[in-house]
């Protein structure tokens, strides 16, 4: 069975960092896409960081030059780190894992179960 498990996430004062991670077990299937989301209550989710399979990577506009998503294909994790946080980043966040068969098509896209991230002022 595939499975994302997230860890990383808690409470932090502004300015301080946290690294999330979300590690991906159970796949007989190649990474595509691996990215992380945040939704915060009543809103709509949206893409924090992505990275693609070739490599490349984009970032929301607001997290740009405090965040750096990374992954490491040999342990099928994907992490984002978050330095100088602020209040508004506090959300739920999500990764998103796409797997893809050997043809390269996808075959499933699969999201983590969220881990809260509080940003005290």
């Known amino acids: 069975q595939v499975q994302l498990v997230e860890s990383g996430g808690g409470l932090v004062q502004a300015g301080g960092s946290l690294r999330l991670s979300c590690a991906a077990s159970?796949?007989?299937?190649?990474?595509?896409?691996m990215g992380w989301y945040r939704q915060a209550p009543g809103m709509t989710r949206e893409l924090v960081a992505g990275?693609?399979?070739?490599?490349?990577?984009n970032y929301a506009d607001s997290v740009k030059g405090r965040f750096t998503i990374s992954r490491d294909n040999a342990k099928n994790t994907v992490y984002l780190q978050m330095n100088n946080l602020k209040p508004e980043d506090t959300d739920v966040y999500s990764c998103k894992v796409s797997f893809l068969t050997r043809a390269g098509t996808l075959a499933l896209d699969l999201w983590g179960q969220g881990t809260q991230v509080t940003v005290s002022s």
């Open positions: 990275t693609t399979s070739g490599g490349n990577i």
């Open positions: 159970g796949s007989a299937f190649t990474l595509g896409a």
